[in-house]
């Protein structure tokens, strides 16, 4: 069981906006802004997204924001596009210094 | 460009050992702490350890402490992850990332590890 919660899917059509939401709690997204957001297609290496909750690599589209608030983070996704269906993974670092991650997010685009 | 190559994955018996190493180039590996993360076939992301850009801190998921031990050379540009008393549970997709913004910004392409007699 993964420390971190998501829900198993998600689903959208082109053009839609979607949330994926991740729980946590207070020793991990809770106390710590320190939550990424990972992109994975099948057999690939994970992509970062997001990090420190609403910040966006270079590269990385406009269309994909980060927020928290309390114990749960999200990822929007805007304007839904054919290659954004992937699993999706929350990430947060721990009060211990750990890291932990959510079971992942099936994003399909209808 | 940032390149990270794992390397020595393999099939392991139960209770063996392995030492997995992840080959950085195309940026200053010294300057940067690392991470090993793992997936297992079909199932999600875990973080198994990290080193600091010196290797003077170390930390561990508890589902490996005591087990596995990640070190880095940073004159061979390259990262560790010794892994002894090995169990099913441990067959995954290794992976190696670079730290950024206290996220992993880079990964390499990953190395299967299979443990099974």
């Known amino acids: 069981q993964s420390a971190l919660t998501q829900p198993a899917s998600v689903a959208g059509s082109p053009g839609q906006s979607i949330t994926i939401s991740c729980t946590g709690t207070y020793s991990d997204v809770g106390g710590k802004n320190q939550v990424s957001w990972y992109q994975q297609h099948p057999g690939k290496a994970p992509k970062l997204m997001i990090y420190?909750?609403?910040n966006r690599p270079s590269g990385i589209s406009y269309r994909f924001s980060g927020s928290k608030s309390d114990n749960t983070a999200s990822l929007t996704i805007s304007g839904l596009q054919a290659e954004d269906e992937s699993d999706y993974y929350c990430s947060s670092y721990t009060t211990s210094n750990t890291v932990v991650f959510g079971g992942g997010t099936k994003l399909t685009v209808l | 460009e940032v390149q990270l190559v794992e390397s020595g994955g393999d099939l392991v018996q139960p209770g063996g050992s392995l030492r997995l190493s992840c080959a950085a180039s195309?940026?200053?590996?010294?300057?940067?702490?690392m991470h090993w993360f793992r997936q297992a076939p079909g199932k999600g992301l875990v973080w198994v350890s990290r080193?600091?850009?010196?290797?003077?801190?170390?930390e561990y998921a508890d589902s490996v402490k005591g087990r596995f031990t990640i070190s880095r050379d940073n004159a061979m540009k390259t990262l560790y992850l010794q892994m002894n008393s090995l169990g099913a549970e441990d067959t995954a997709v290794y992976y190696c990332a670079r730290d950024l913004w206290s996220a992993g910004d880079c990964w390499g392409q990953g190395t299967l590890v299979t443990v099974s007699s």
């Open positions: 080193i600091r850009y010196d290797g003077s801190v170390t």
């Open positions: 420190n909750v609403n």
């Open positions: 195309g940026f200053t590996f010294s300057g940067y702490w």
